[in-house]
């Protein structure tokens, strides 16, 4: 079965400090990839997507995130993080027979100290 | 374009009561599904709605179910609540049931007493 795995669970940061979150998938075959964002009594909201093409890929906010297909990654960076950044980051893929639906990591709470 | 929209935001019911949950997709959206967040299991699929017909079920019991209106609406059902059916259960909304992004609304929280 398809699984993601975020291993940063929870993660604190000064700003201006540089981001990197990890996602590593398991699927052989062709994968699409999300980075989400839950913010403090916020809805889940999408960052980023990678479906094809270029593999390093941009995002709202500054974010970005790099396919790396032959490590089955997809880490979120971000140069410099804000106080405003303070959230939890979801990692999901969606696959081969099971492309209907999204199969989240565990997620990573991150907390930017002023 | 409006979101995702869900009501109620927030419920609280006895364990063996039933409750009823309403997603209002993204206008245009003809796919909507649900997802169950926990802090212990994280965020799981329930289930896909698409043309007013369940196409995809997670791995969740009976006591789990849903429809989907004319309209797209859905709506989903917990009969014999128990405990641990506290949760945050999502609506995300896509425009197809192939491989796109999700949009999610802001959730039903859940309690169960």
């Known amino acids: 079965a398809q699984s993601v795995s975020q291993h940063n669970h929870h993660v604190i940061l000064s700003e201006a400090a540089s981001l990197e979150l990890g996602c590593n998938y398991s699927?052989?075959?062709?994968?699409?990839l999300f980075w989400y964002v839950q913010y403090p009594g916020q809805h889940l909201q999408l960052l980023l997507k990678?479906?094809?093409?270029?593999?390093l890929v941009k995002g709202i906010k500054g974010f970005e995130a790099e396919f790396i297909k032959s490590k089955f990654s997809f880490n979120l960076r971000k140069p410099s993080v804000q106080w405003s950044d303070t959230a939890e980051y979801f990692c999901?893929?969606?696959?081969?027979?099971?492309?209907?639906?999204?199969?989240f990591g565990s997620g990573t709470r991150l907390l930017v100290r002023p | 374009k409006a979101g995702v929209t869900q009501t109620p935001r927030y419920l609280i019911k006895t364990r063996g009561q039933q409750v009823t949950l309403s997603c209002s997709p993204i206008?245009?959206?003809?796919?909507v599904s649900w997802y169950q967040q926990t802090p212990g299991q994280g965020l799981q699929f329930l289930f896909e709605?698409?043309?007013?017909?369940?196409?995809n079920k997670g791995n969740f019991p009976g006591r789990f179910s849903g429809r989907q209106f004319s309209n797209s609406r859905s709506e989903m059902n917990v009969s014999t609540l128990e405990l641990g059916d506290s949760a945050l259960y999502l609506c995300?909304?896509?425009?197809?049931?192939?491989?796109?992004?999700?949009?999610f609304g802001p959730g039903t929280r859940l309690t169960v007493t």
């Open positions: 995300a909304s896509k425009p197809g049931t192939g491989g796109y992004e999700q949009y």
């Open positions: 699927y052989g075959g062709t994968v699409n």
């Open positions: 990678y479906f094809s093409g270029d593999p």
């Open positions: 999901a893929v969606n696959a081969g027979d099971s492309s209907y639906k999204l199969i």
């Open positions: 206008s245009g959206h003809r796919s």
């Open positions: 709605y698409f043309s007013e017909t369940q196409r």
